[in-house]
């Protein structure tokens, strides 16, 4: 069995109501749900939270929210892998036979069912224990700069003057999905680690949204894809 795993707990302070809060015509949290639905990858789809209106929210746009999240699985400091592996144990209770558990952000409103699908399929290697989604860096990290007191100086001064084309190319997680074996969010493996497959997505479709402004550029980038959208099919 393979089951969606959507965390949204109801605390966020940075911007109230982040998860259920409209977005491009839609609650935050329902872009990450109809994804999941649409990709066909999941037997059921849950959402982790521990506000109870999020929970009946969740279930307005056909996800399930069978548990709370217990309070001390939702503060401000709480990782997301103790996060998964409660929701795990939770549904192992009326569902035993659960082997891969895809942890989907509540925030990823670029989120696509063929990410998902590509996630999985990478999930077909038995070695791997997880498969992340990632982006590349917009620049390469190794000329980063640092400023104290005022003064410049680079991280990695060796590479002044090496070509860009040179270096290796960085990446980050894109704060979409996880797909993960069941034994490994229970053991409460590193995702970071070397059993981990990436999911390499486009920067044009990844937004971490943590401020207002963060917010503001992803409705920015959303309405200009759903434009972009509309032209091509005119």
Same mark, same amino acid.
């Given at each position: +069995?393979?089951?969606? /795993?959507?965390? =949204?707990?109801?605390?966020?302070?940075?911007?109230?109501?982040?998860?259920?809060?409209?977005?491009?015509?839609?609650?935050?949290?329902?872009?990450?749900?109809?994804?999941?639905?649409?990709?066909?990858?999941?037997? *059921?789809?849950?959402?982790?939270? %521990? %506000?109870?209106?999020?929970?009946? +929210?969740?279930?307005?746009?056909?996800?399930?929210?069978?548990?709370?999240?217990?309070?001390?699985?939702?503060?401000?400091?709480?990782?997301?892998?103790?996060?998964?592996?409660?929701?795990?144990?939770? !549904?192992?209770?009326?569902?035993?036979?659960?082997?891969?558990?895809?942890?989907?952000?509540?925030?990823?409103?670029?989120?696509?069912?063929?990410?998902? *699908?590509?996630?999985?399929? =990478? +999930?077909?290697?038995?070695? /791997?224990?997880?498969?992340?989604? @990632?982006?590349?860096?917009?620049?390469?990290?190794?000329?980063?700069?640092?400023?104290?007191?005022?003064?410049?100086? +680079?991280?990695?001064?060796?590479?002044?003057?090496?070509?860009?084309?040179?270096?290796?190319?960085?990446?980050?997680?894109?704060?979409?999905?996880?797909?993960?074996?069941?034994?490994?969010?229970? =053991?409460?493996?590193? @995702?970071?680690?070397?059993?981990?497959?990436? /999911?390499? !997505?486009?920067?044009?479709? @990844?937004? %971490?949204?943590?401020? @207002?402004?963060?917010?503001?550029?992803?409705?920015? !980038?959303? *309405?200009? *894809?759903?434009?972009?959208?509309?032209?091509?099919?005119?």
């Amino acid at each position: +069995m393979k089951v969606a /795993v959507i965390p =949204a707990r109801g605390g966020s302070k940075r911007i109230p109501g982040k998860n259920t809060k409209d977005f491009c015509g839609k609650p935050m949290i329902g872009w990450s749900i109809e994804a999941s639905l649409n990709s066909g990858c999941f037997d *059921r789809v849950v959402v982790s939270t %521990d %506000d109870p209106q999020t929970a009946r +929210m969740a279930e307005q746009l056909g996800a399930e929210a069978p548990f709370l999240r217990p309070p001390a699985l939702a503060d401000d400091f709480t990782p997301l892998v103790p996060v998964i592996a409660h929701a795990t144990s939770e !549904l192992q209770k009326t569902s035993p036979a659960i082997d891969l558990v895809c942890c989907i952000y509540a925030t990823a409103p670029f989120l696509q069912a063929d990410d998902l *699908r590509c996630g999985l399929e =990478a +999930m077909q290697d038995e070695t /791997v224990e997880y498969a992340l989604s @990632v982006t590349s860096y917009p620049y390469p990290i190794q000329r980063a700069l640092r400023i104290d007191q005022g003064e410049v100086s +680079m991280f990695n001064p060796e590479h002044y003057n090496t070509r860009t084309q040179d270096l290796t190319p960085a990446y980050h997680d894109a704060a979409q999905f996880v797909w993960g074996r069941r034994e490994a969010w229970l =053991a409460g493996k590193a @995702v970071f680690a070397s059993r981990t497959r990436p /999911v390499i !997505l486009p920067p044009g479709r @990844v937004q %971490d949204i943590d401020t @207002v402004e963060d917010w503001q550029h992803a409705e920015w !980038l959303f *309405r200009a *894809r759903q434009l972009s959208r509309v032209q091509r099919v005119a």
